[in-house]
């Protein structure tokens, strides 16, 4: 199915979604805009301005290109590459950064080469198409036209930047190209930036064969790094970034570009950079393609890194890689691979900015979420170089249907970071990780929510699948001994029931959900109470499913005998965020701050583990209490005091800021769930609008981020920043809120024994269609609504023969699996 094109133009792009791209049309953004680049084995960061940096397979130890963070000028250094017009020595960049000559528009607008701004400069039009593992730059300046674009392979750990520059007037022209980066001088980002006293003197950097190599050995491994250039001879180099620079000079005037000709430097020790000149004759119209290539590898032998995984030298790659058909073709793969990982799940919808969310660019980022987890972004330096175990079991849902195989390879992992008594690793490092052999976390230091993510997601993983042997398979703990699947997943409310406080609640211990909320061992948190809730309904369903009876009766006795804990929890109109060590409630109409907040009103929803009157109470007060037009806060009034017994780091934040206030998009994501679980289309549609990223489009003043991807947060309310979103891009907001849309809007969601179709639609949908691929079967199915109803499934029919009904007392219509062949498509009334 086609999902309707989207090409109007906005304020600053547009989505493309025929090309799966977004169209920058003025690079000077309210900040960065960025894309990402190639796999876990070899990754990049790309901005709007070709800002960024590189990294093998970690951006904290496998540091490649190195980045100021939050530095000024923003984002830099990256990946540039100069031209020069050498008769008369005027230069520019191929991304509009970093030279930053005068805008003049859209490379589509412009006609006129002569353009001049008013001070009588020549302007530069340029553009951006950022496109799923690939960014393209494109300018026209003076009548010299380029396009730079900057991709990594295939299962390969070499970058392309590869330019085309074309002559466009009627005279012969000669342009240098200069290539820039700025080369990491360690693979540990810190030892890099920090470490000065050491990184500086180990860099050694030299030109050999027409190659730059990055030789230095290093405390942890030998490094090697190469550049090479293709398509043109070298006509200079430097591999000194001070003698390319020049001293007291940015990078939008390097003093070899401002002259014309590189010095031949070579580093040993202070900086590298990977210079290479190529000096163009242009004839005119004629186009000619310099092929920059830089990778990890030994220059001329093959190399096998620390992880055993062998690299071919540089040179034969550059051999193999370095022509135009080569960049085609690789690119073309890079293309298609996405397509193929897209394909699962599309849709076509009457909300076109909901289709080029969900059909490309939200999907994309629920993958980078899944490759990247919270290392490697402008925002996340490198530092957390690891699996954060409750990001990481949410960041699985979203990607279960379409890479189910490297899904099951993370569970497994991230399962064995959970010890044996229950809790889980705050930090799983895939790298170093030893199953049995872990330190175990004192209490203090366990989260009290990590583990009670796992009945959830492996019950999707199950779900999606139909592999329930999945749940008999035995791994070990991260401490100490072993335990079947479904067995970690019991463990994992045991280890809650373990750790219940005075009045019933699960401790919160270091943090539960919220960083920023710390109730101890000695302070309850009903947030984990409602999750550990949830978890056990899950178990309860999984355990009758598959035959554990016994387990379906534990969990259900369990629940059963928590009911009278949540409803002392009820605080009037909505439920307490949690009672502290001293006994007083957090998230209660009795306090002057954090009177409510929105964690535990939208679990007590979706848990279904209270009365149906509750759970709408609940979220009728997040309504009135937390929403705005922006998305809900996620408490009400923020905190600017202690809170007596509850540890408050919230409190470093100014009120509307993040955790305090602020309207976190995560969060957010459980509101559309919560309303769809309880049936009202409207507000689900509401809430997932509210924070919509493709929304702000228009509005890119305002949100100043990338309106192609979520973030974390939006300021809330209180902040004078209301409304400014922050943290694009690595955020549990991409899993949940794909999941809520998806699952609980159009309501295709997979059980054990079939798909249930239930929509939760806003007022006025006709309906939509969604091809959609479950256990192998690729599916079309299209939802007619003429009545305009916010739920309910009158009929399903499979290639026109309808199904016969499959009453299990639930909302909406289960299809049996039985009943579904690759290809069926299925027609689903309302009613
Ligand atoms: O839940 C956390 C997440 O683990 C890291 N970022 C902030 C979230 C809310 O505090």
Redesign the pocket.
């Known amino acids: 199915m086609a999902p309707p094109r989207t090409e109007a133009l906005m304020q600053y792009g547009y989505f493309d979604d025929a090309a799966r791209e977004y169209v920058i049309t003025r690079p000077d953004t309210p900040r960065s805009w960025s894309n990402y680049l190639g796999s876990r084995l070899y990754g990049g960061i790309i901005t709007q301005g070709a800002g960024g940096y590189s990294f093998y397979k970690s951006g904290g130890t496998g540091r490649v290109l190195r980045f100021r963070f939050n530095g000024v000028p923003q984002d830099e250094p990256g990946r540039f590459v100069y031209l020069r017009d050498d008769a008369d020595g005027d230069f520019w960049s191929a991304s509009w950064q970093p030279v930053g000559k005068t805008l003049r528009g859209t490379v589509e607008a412009h006609a006129d080469d002569a353009t001049l701004d008013a001070a009588g400069n020549p302007t530069q039009a340029s553009s951006v198409r950022h496109g799923l593992g690939y960014s393209i730059f494109n300018s026209s300046y003076r009548g010299i036209d380029s396009e730079a674009t900057f991709f990594i392979p295939q299962g390969q750990a070499f970058e392309y930047w590869s330019v085309k520059v074309t002559n466009t007037t009627d005279a012969p022209r000669t342009v240098s190209l200069f290539s820039y980066a700025e080369l990491s001088n360690e693979w540990n980002y810190r030892q890099d930036l920090e470490n000065l006293q050491y990184s500086q003197y180990v860099v050694v950097c030299r030109m050999k064969d027409g190659m730059i190599h990055r030789l230095n050995s290093t405390r942890e491994r030998t490094s090697e790094l190469w550049f090479g250039m293709a398509g043109a001879d070298v006509a200079g180099f430097d591999t000194d970034r001070d003698a390319f620079l020049g001293a007291y000079r940015t990078q939008s005037a390097p003093i070899a570009v401002e002259r014309g000709a590189c010095s031949g430097s070579e580093t040993t020790g202070d900086n590298a950079c990977s210079t290479i000149q190529a000096r163009l004759e242009l004839a005119p119209g004629e186009t000619r393609q310099v092929i920059y290539m830089m990778g990890v590898g030994a220059p001329d032998a093959s190399w096998e890194d620390a992880d055993g995984v062998a690299l071919r030298p540089g040179r034969e790659i550059m051999a193999e890689f370095g022509t135009p058909e080569a960049v085609s073709r690789e690119l073309e793969a890079i293309r298609e691979e996405w397509r193929e990982y897209l394909a699962p799940l599309q849709v076509a919808t009457p909300d076109e900015q909901m289709n080029s969310m969900i059909n490309v660019w939200h999907a994309y980022q629920t993958h980078m979420t899944f490759n990247w987890s919270?290392g490697v972004s402008l925002i996340e330096a490198g530092d957390r170089d690891g699996l954060?175990y409750?990001?990481t079991v949410q960041d699985m849902l979203a990607v279960i249907h379409a890479i189910p195989d490297a899904v099951r390879e993370r569970l497994n992992m991230i399962l064995t970071g959970q010890t044996e008594e229950g809790g889980a690793m705050p930090l799983v490092k895939p790298l170093t990780h030893n199953p049995g052999h872990e330190k175990t976390p004192t209490l203090e230091q366990y989260r009290s929510?990590d583990p009670l993510w796992l009945p959830i997601t492996v019950a999707n993983f199950v779900y999606e699948t139909g592999d329930v042997e999945y749940l008999d398979q035995v791994l070990p703990y991260a401490d100490h001994g072993e335990a079947t699947v479904f067995e970690h997943l019991k463990q994992a409310i045991q280890f809650s029931l373990n750790h219940l406080g005075n009045n019933g609640l699960v401790q919160g211990l270091q943090?539960d959900?919220?960083?920023?909320i710390q109730f101890g061992t000695t302070g309850e948190s009903m947030f984990s109470t409602f999750l550990m809730a949830n978890g056990m309904r899950v178990i309860a369903e999984l355990a009758d499913q598959t035959g554990r009876h016994d387990d379906a009766e534990w969990a259900r006795h369990v629940l059963d005998g928590l009911e009278p804990v949540l409803e002392n929890a009820w605080d009037g109109e909505w439920y307490i965020r949690g009672i502290s060590s001293t006994g007083a409630k957090l998230g209660s109409d009795a306090l002057d701050e954090g009177k409510i907040y929105l964690e535990p009103n939208v679990w007590a929803a979706i848990s279904g583990t209270v009365p149906e009157a509750r759970a709408v109470g609940a979220m009728d007060s997040v309504y009135e209490r937390l929403s705005t037009e922006h998305g809900v806060a996620l408490c009400a009034p923020a905190h600017t005091k202690e809170v007596p017994g509850v540890g408050l780091s919230l409190l470093v934040f100014p009120p509307g800021h993040?955790?305090n206030g602020g309207i976190?998009c995560?969060?957010n994501a459980w509101t559309i769930v919560a309303e769809g679980v309880l049936g009202r289309g409207d507000r689900a549609y509401e809430y997932y609008r509210a924070f919509l990223p493709a929304k702000y489009n228009d509005q890119a003043e305002l949100h100043q981020v990338e309106p192609y991807v979520y973030s974390?947060f939006v300021h809330g309310p209180e902040s004078p920043r209301f409304g400014q979103a922050r943290n694009p891009w690595l955020?549990?907001t991409a899993s949940w809120s794909y999941v809520g849309v998806t699952q609980y809007i159009l309501g295709i969601r997979p059980e054990l024994d079939g798909l249930r179709i239930d929509p939760c639609l806003p007022e006025g949908w006709g309906g939509f269609a969604i091809t959609r691929r479950f256990r192998g079967m690729n599916l079309t199915i299209n939802v007619v609504n003429v009545d305009g109803l916010a739920t309910g499934v009158s009929s399903v029919t499979i290639e026109g023969i309808e199904v016969a009904p499959f009453d299990d007392g639930k909302r909406g219509a289960l299809v049996p699996v039985e009943a579904l062949a690759d290809g069926d498509v299925l027609t689903v009334t309302m009613g």
């Not at 959900?513 to 920023?516: A, R, S, V």
């Open positions: 919270r954060g409750r990001d929510d943090a959900w919220n960083d920023c993040k955790e976190f995560h969060a974390q955020t549990g």
